[in-house]
Nanobody, 121 residues
């Protein structure tokens, strides 16, 4: 069974960079067909797709976040990471990593448990 686990600081100061890592077990992030996404949910709001890195290393980003977002991977550790620059309190959310079934399908079969990130001074 595939498992995903988010890790990173729970508190980030405004204007700083939010960095999270998703560690995947039970399956390789280089396996064809799958993509690996970052999704967040601000308090009281719905899920927001942020971006994805696919099995071949190709990345796609939400247009609204593209200028501040970077997703990378470390295949030797079977991890992929999110960096969100110049954060504001509006970036406070629960951040999830998830496995997507293909590219731009918005169908996910495995999710991490989520990690709360608060942006505050």
């Amino acid at each position: 069974q595939v498992r995903l686990q988010e890790s990173g600081p729970g508190l980030v100061k405004p204007s700083q960079t939010l960095s999270l890592t998703c560690t995947v077990s039970g399956g390789s992030i280089t396996t064809s067909y799958y993509c690996w996404s970052w999704i967040r949910q601000p308090p009281g709001k719905g899920l927001e797709w942020m971006g994805v890195i696919c099995h071949d290393g190709t990345t796609y980003y939400s247009p609204s976040l593209k200028s501040r977002t970077s997703i990378s991977r470390d295949t030797s550790k079977n991890q992929f990471s999110l960096q969100l620059n110049s954060v504001t309190p509006e970036d406070t959310a629960v951040y999830y990593c998830a496995r997507e079934l293909g590219i731009a399908t918005m169908q996910y079969d495995y999710w991490g448990q989520g990690t709360q990130v608060t942006v505050s001074s």
